[in-house]
């Protein structure tokens, strides 16, 4: 089954770009019936949608993040990345990659087990 | 962007009770409203979709009603693997798609 697994630097200072990778296995990034989508989770809050990419690049973003929020595909790793520009301590979150269907009726499935960002000096 | 709510944010049950968790919508959302489990550490999984529909290999003590603005997440003979957070979402439409803020289930 499709698995997903995010990576990157876990302390990011102040100002500064906060850069993950998704990487894919069990299934493609390339396939026409799913979104991936990041999902970030403050610490002991809730959790907020950040962005989503297709298969042919297409993004839509969360409107309070739009202004700093890029997602981007690999499809030669099978991979997606998120770059958060700008970032303060209110960006210090657990990030999760996840997919969605593609269709009308969709939902988060499955889920990375996620990546702590600390934003700090 | 719609607003989830969701009702109690805490609550305390035994094994073997009945629990739910309502969730309500700040505007017409249809069955489009999904339910997630989380355990400390570990990341959500989904446990209704589209409302009412079980997904796969979750156990039918969960089930799911409701459509519109106001819904509801049932667990029939609560178990000790369900204390946890549950999270409803949206997937009405276009995006931004939101969360409730979270109800977590705690032993008596």
């Known amino acids: 089954q499709v698995q997903l697994q995010e990576s990157g630097p876990g302390l990011v200072k102040p100002s500064e770009t906060l850069s993950l990778t998704c990487s894919v296995s069990?299934?493609?990034?390339?396939?026409?019936?799913?979104?991936w989508n990041w999902i970030r989770q403050s610490p002991g809050k809730g959790l907020e949608w950040i962005g989503y990419?297709?298969?042919?690049?297409?993004?839509n973003y969360s409107p309070s993040l739009r202004s700093r929020v890029s997602i981007s595909l690999d499809t030669s790793k099978n991979q997606l990345s998120l770059s958060l520009t700008a970032v303060t301590a209110a960006d210090t979150a657990v990030y999760y990659c996840?997919?969605?269907?593609?269709?009308?009726?969709?939902?988060?499935?499955?889920w990375g087990p996620g990546t702590l960002v600390t934003v700090s000096s | 962007d719609i607003q989830m709510t969701q009702s109690p944010s805490s609550l305390s049950a035994s094994v073997g009770d009945r629990v739910s968790i309502t969730c309500r919508a700040s505007?017409?959302?249809?069955?489009?409203l999904n339910w997630y489990q989380q355990k400390p550490g570990k990341a959500p999984k989904v446990l209704i979709f589209?409302?009412?529909n079980l997904h796969s290999g979750v156990p039918s003590r969960f089930s799911g009603s409701g459509s519109g603005t106001d819904f509801a997440l049932t667990i029939s003979g609560l178990q000790s693997a369900d204390f946890a957070t549950y999270y409803c979402?949206?997937?009405?439409?276009?995006?931004?798609?939101?969360f409730g803020q979270g109800t977590k289930v705690v032993i008596k």
């Open positions: 589209g409302a009412s």
């Open positions: 990419i297709d298969f042919e690049g297409g993004t």
């Open positions: 505007q017409n959302i249809g069955s489009f």
């Open positions: 069990g299934g493609s990034v390339s396939s026409n019936s799913h979104y």
């Open positions: 979402q949206q997937s009405y439409g276009a995006p931004p798609w939101t």
């Open positions: 996840t997919r969605a269907a593609a269709t009308i009726r969709n939902y988060f499935d499955p």
